[in-house]
């Protein structure tokens, strides 16, 4: 069972905004249902915030033939080399299948890969988003599954 005033750390790598629109959205659901949650970019976020915390949400956008947003890489090498038993995240990618469509966010595929070899236990189904994130439809999904997901943190 999460503990009130155990939070919640969103790391995420986002290029032109709209990973970054995405987590303000889930932060603000986060934060209504009484929960901390802690923003971070990840090219300005130290292992250590990986290595002190428990939960976690992880997002990352897919660029250049499928590869993971390039602010996630120094992050993505140091999770690697650590050890992530005892925690728990979910996940978020966003993409657009225009650009080969089976590369289709698999930026985030590859963090949730890393996350889970580092024996971290990811939580829930990952959504994924492909398209900008900015009208109704979206809002509503990402609401939806930010309330869901808070459940799947409260259970675990
Ligand atoms: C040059 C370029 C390459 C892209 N390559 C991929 C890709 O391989 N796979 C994918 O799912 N999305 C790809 N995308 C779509 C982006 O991931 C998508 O626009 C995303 O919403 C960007 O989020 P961000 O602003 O948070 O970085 C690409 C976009 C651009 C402009």
Redesign the pocket.
């Known amino acids: 069972m999460i503990e009130s005033n155990i939070p919640i750390h969103i790391i995420y ?8 629109f995405v987590m303000d959205k889930v932060a603000d659901v986060w934060r209504k249902n009484g929960r901390k949650v802690f923003l971070h970019r990840s090219e300005k976020t130290d292992i250590n915030i990986l290595k002190d915390n428990k939960y976690f949400l992880l997002a990352t ?6 590869t993971i ?1 390039p602010f996630f890489e120094r992050l993505l090498v140091e999770m690697r080399k650590s050890n992530f038993s005892g925690k728990s995240a979910t996940f978020i990618g ?4 225009r ?2 469509s089976h ?4 930026g985030m595929t590859l963090l949730k890969e890393v996350w889970e070899k580092s024996n971290g236990k990811s939580l829930g189904v990952a959504l994924t988003i492909g398209r ?1 994130p900015f009208d109704e439809i979206i809002d509503k999904l990402v609401r939806d599954w930010a309330e869901k997901t808070l459940k799947l943190f409260e259970e675990n």
């Open positions: 790598a986002s290029t032109s905004g709209n990973t970054e956008s897919t660029w250049d033939h499928g947003n966003l993409g657009d299948r650009y080969e590369y289709f966010c698999t900008e």
